[in-house]
């Protein structure tokens, strides 16, 4: 019976084809489906990434507005040295500096800093705040590299403070 059967199925040519058909169909739905799991993979893979890209994204917007602000703010001044900056500050709050000099001025990669060492002495708490708060907001980019301060001998309220502060210019 079993041989009757094989030499049935051989001897028909339409039903070999029909079961050669449903084996070629059978193979391509399985490799077409094993394909669109790799894809929903990959897909899965990218979309993360993608979102950590967004998120660095805005991170670099953030980063590049504040660089080019910073780069505006160097453009944008055109100031002597540190020392005349540094005396506008003093005369704006009323202020007299005891030692006020230029010390040395040294190339980075793309810019120069200037150093200047200011002095001032009987200075209050409130002044200090004052002047720093006006160094820092100055449209001139001062940094302060160190400061130091000294409590009076016959009053204790008052103070000695002694900064260096540095100007960062292009040329």
Request: charged share 25%; aromatic share 6%; hydrophobic share 45%.
């Amino acid at each position: 019976m079993k041989v009757l059967i094989r030499k049935a199925f051989l001897a028909d040519r339409v039903l070999q084809v029909m079961i050669l058909g449903i084996f070629l169909c059978i193979i391509v739905i399985f490799t077409t489906v094993m394909y669109g799991r790799q894809m929903d993979r990959e897909v899965e893979s990218i979309s993360a990434s993608l979102t950590e890209m967004q998120s660095l994204s805005s991170t670099m917007v953030n980063l590049k507005n504040h660089v080019s602000s910073k780069e505006k703010r160097l453009g944008l001044t055109k100031t002597a040295g540190p020392v005349s900056a540094l005396e506008k500050i003093l005369e704006t709050l009323l202020m007299k500096a005891s030692e006020l000099k230029p010390l040395e001025k040294r190339k980075l990669t793309d810019f120069f800093e200037e150093d200047a060492r200011l002095e001032i002495t009987d200075i209050d708490l409130n002044q200090i705040v004052n002047l720093l708060y006006r160094i820092e907001q100055n449209p001139a980019p001062l940094k302060i590299k160190s400061a130091q301060l000294l409590t009076g001998f016959e009053d204790s309220s008052k103070f000695t403070l002694t900064l260096t502060v540095s100007l960062i210019s292009k040329s």
